[in-house]
């Protein structure tokens, strides 16, 4: 099931596009500020956003431009402004699509679907995950930092693969060892270790102003929360 989030601070028509998406099918969240609208963004994953623009505390095209940042989720904008060039300025700057207020809620649906479609059809053929400045191409196992290309070893490219896939969850040592070397922890972390902190010498070296992996005391390993 495909989960929307739809970040709206009017909340009549908030709710009625939650509604009317709920009985498409689809698992919907809903914000109403845009502060609020960029937390829900970083914490959880979602396959599609509906993003309106004139919103309290930060305005849909900031959040539009951080996020672009980090993912390259779909997003829909929607907006009074029915302005030619404010459109182009957005999509410009990384919206998917454009829908005027007031709308036809059945044109939005169709949109919804549309570009959902459409990001699942490109996810097919080309797998890309990012983070900060970093992109791991699912396809080839191409780790790149600023578009250079990281030196690793098997084993490090997996652990680095396995915390990119699954960005903000921890992963005890035991996880880690059970997922990459395919054998049973016995309690012995010196591999683990060894290898998280090689991989943190070679991102450092990659790029020095950033810090990647996140020492999760008394737990485990993931990277760092944006």
């Known amino acids: 099931m495909d989960k929307i989030l739809i970040v709206e601070d009017n909340n009549d028509v908030n709710i009625m596009l939650a509604e009317v998406l709920v009985l498409e099918g689809y698992e919907v969240c809903s914000s109403y500020t845009g502060t609020d609208g960029l937390k829900e963004i970083k914490a959880q994953e979602y396959d599609l956003i509906l993003l309106d623009i004139m919103l309290p505390y930060k305005s849909g095209d900031e959040i539009l431009k951080e996020v672009r940042e980090f993912s390259d989720v779909p997003i829909i904008i929607i907006s009074a402004k029915d302005i030619t060039c404010t459109k182009i300025d957005l999509l410009k700057m990384g919206a998917d699509d454009y829908i005027t207020k007031p709308f036809d809620i059945d044109e939005v649906v169709a949109r919804v679907e549309a570009n959902l479609r459409r990001f699942h059809t490109q996810g097919q053929a080309e ?23 990281l030196d690793l070893t098997t084993k490090e490219c997996q ?17 880690l060892y059970e997922t990459i070397w395919k054998d049973t922890y016995l309690g012995d972390d010196n591999t683990i270790k060894t290898h998280i902190s090689n991989l943190r010498s070679k991102l450092k070296m990659a790029n020095s102003n950033y810090e990647y992996i996140e020492t999760v005391w008394g737990l485990g390993y993931r990277l760092y929360k944006e």
Do not use: C, H, Q
């Open 159 to 175: 652990v680095l693969e396995l915390l990119l896939k699954n960005r903000g969850k921890v992963f005890t040592k035991a996880n």
């Open 127 to 149: 797998k890309v995950f990012k983070y900060k400045d970093m992109v791991l191409d699912d396809n080839s196992k191409r780790i790149t930092i600023s578009n250079i290309e």
